[in-house]
């Protein structure tokens, strides 16, 4: 049972995490390289709240509000470069902050924080805690998406120039997907924090980074349900694979080259076309 | 002193960076695909440097197999891997492509284990007194020669010759350089071969300088060249050959002087984003 607790704790953290970087990415179309930065704010200042004698669910909003205050900046940042230069803009930002986090004493430095205080109400709380703040991410995501601020994303993404000559925001726009989608990360980095119990400056690295946007890519750009489903199983996958444990990051790269390769559109697109020949 | 042999240092790094970066700018230039596992060819190129260097005792021969494997690999990455996602979005390509470098890590893993290998009877080793007291390595003169004469035979390919001449007008607009007669496929595979083979020479440089090459060691390869071509302007042979050498430069000063604040790679990082904030579009203008 209490595996099983763990792996479903796993799953609705990844969940939240690889939604939250769906807003930018899938929704308003900025790709980001460093979304496990502001995954990472989440985790620190959490910790660092939590190890202060704060409760963890109080925690959780300084938590996504130093994220969302650091995500408005790249956002600002965002509005400056474009495309490929955005994308390496942003892996930028998350070698700075691991490379920031590193040096510094009063946050572990290389050792990292460890002895991070449990959850008061158990495992299971947390679980709860979790599958509650990725459920109502997921429904605060589906409800923007149906919204005038989804439609103002959606145009953003699919032709910025165009967007602007038609009137819409887009400066605006932007800012509020990056602030939405860092603060989720925070939450989430938060919850990862109380999870495992120990953070270091590499369980924020750039493969992390990089692990969240092919679960957001592999599901299927803008769609909550497969990006939802990609993070729960992408998220557990290399625990399933752990009988072939010195195969796993093999079949792992492997796996996300052959979705690529084979179905550009991730689950969602697979499930149209495949929808598509059943009629 | 300490100044001159920063400097130094900071060439060096600068004109590794260099080779790798520019296999990725000549690929970037033709195709818009941010290609990462253009590293794991720089890691291969290292490893069969290492192993030929250490069966014949030659490392000029070395050199020259590590360079046409891999740039044959780099042309059989392209085929089978890049060419069909052409028509998608780039991301599409730029997540297979990091899909494939995790991959080929694992594989150098696998294959070479993970403790690294080393040179039997590492070459080049003895110093040069380059003259108040400044001391330089064998191998790293060798280094910058290396950079200066692939760089200088590119210059010389894409400029004077009929294939160069292809090739550039195949970056500028394939559709009408096709129109024009010219073999757009052959032109990419070319360019493949080019590019994967300079990452291969960057790669045994390394293993010179280090005497060890590991499978993870292209990990900062990797994303320290995509960021060297952004800042050179994406696509700019020039601007990437500056960036370069500006980022090894800034790295070795860095590392002395706010070395206690960022580490290394975030030096090179914040650096990037400073430069990006002032000029979105890079250091050059691509062309």
């Known amino acids: 049972m209490a595996y099983e607790v763990i792996l479903l704790t796993t799953m609705a953290i990844t969940v939240l995490f690889a939604l939250s970087l769906n807003v930018i990415t899938g929704f308003c179309g900025q790709v980001s390289l460093g979304h496990a930065a502001f995954y990472g704010i989440g985790a620190y200042v959490g910790a660092m709240l939590t190890k202060g004698g ?37 892996m930028g930002i998350a070698f700075l902050f691991v490379g920031f986090v590193r040096k510094q004493e009063w946050l572990g430095g290389e050792i990292g924080i460890s002895g991070i205080p449990a959850f008061g109400f158990g495992r299971i709380g947390l679980l709860v805690v979790a599958l509650a703040c990725a459920g109502l991410f997921a429904a605060v995501t589906i409800y923007l998406k149906r919204s005038w601020m989804g439609f103002g994303f959606d145009s953003i993404a699919d032709d910025e120039d165009t967007a602007r000559i038609l009137g819409i925001d887009v400066p605006r726009f932007k800012l509020w997907a990056f602030v939405i989608g860092t603060a989720g990360a925070g939450v989430a980095g938060a919850l990862y924090a109380h ?50 444990d010195d195969y796993k990051l093999l079949i792992y790269g492997l796996l996300v080259f052959a979705v690529m390769r084979f179905s550009p559109n991730g689950i969602a697109g697979a499930l149209q076309s495949f929808r598509r020949r059943l009629r | ?185 052959r032109v990419r595979y070319l360019n493949f071969f080019i590019g994967s083979a300079l990452a291969a020479a960057a790669g045994v440089m390394v293993a010179l300088l280090t005497n060890l090459v590991e499978p993870t060691m292209g990990a900062v390869a990797s994303y320290k060249a995509l960021a060297i071509i952004v800042l050179g302007g994406l696509g700019s042979v020039r601007g990437t050959l500056v960036a370069a050498i500006a980022i090894g ?29 002032i000029r979105p579009q890079g250091l050059f203008k691509a062309g």
């Open chain 1, 54 to 90: 704060w409760p963890l669910l109080m925690a959780l909003l300084p938590a996504a509000g130093v994220a969302g205050l650091i995500g408005f900046f790249v956002g600002l940042m965002s509005l400056r470069v474009r495309h490929d230069f955005l994308a390496i803009t942003t």
């Open chain 1, 195 to 244: 999870h495992v119990r120990y953070i270091g400056p590499d369980s924020f690295g750039f493969v992390e980074s990089v692990t969240v946007l092919a679960m957001v890519i592999i599901g299927g750009i803008g769609s909550v349900w497969a990006v939802a489903l990609a993070a729960a199983v992408l998220s557990v996958l290399p625990l399933w694979f752990q009988f072939i």
């Open chain 2, 1 to 185: 002193m300490l100044a001159l042999d920063l400097l130094l240092q900071g060439v060096v790094q600068g004109a590794i960076y260099a080779l790798i970066a520019l296999g990725l700018t000549l690929i970037y230039g033709l195709l818009r695909i941010l290609h990462v596992a253009h590293a794991a060819l720089f890691t291969l190129g290292g490893y069969i440097g290492v192993i030929v260097t250490n069966e014949t005792g030659s490392l000029p021969l070395a050199l020259i197999v590590a360079m046409v494997s891999v740039g044959l690999l780099g042309i059989v990455i392209y085929r089978l891997a890049y060419k069909p996602l052409l028509d998608q979005s780039p991301l599409v390509a730029l997540i297979a492509s990091i899909g494939l470098f995790i991959a080929f890590e694992e594989v150098f893993r696998l294959v070479f284990g993970s403790y690294g290998l080393s040179f039997e009877n590492p070459p080049l080793r003895t110093q040069v007194n380059l003259g108040g007291g400044l001391l330089i390595s064998h191998s790293k003169l060798l280094v910058i020669g290396m950079a200066i004469i692939m760089l200088s035979i590119l210059a010389w390919l894409s400029t004077r010759t009929r294939t160069g001449i292809a090739w550039k007008a195949t970056v500028t607009d394939s559709q009408i350089a096709s129109s024009f007669g010219i073999n757009i496929e």
């Open chain 2, 249 to 277: 430069i800034v790295e070795s000063f860095g590392t002395v002087y706010v070395g206690h604040i960022l580490d290394r790679d975030a030096l090179a990082f914040a650096f990037l984003v400073i430069a990006l904030m």
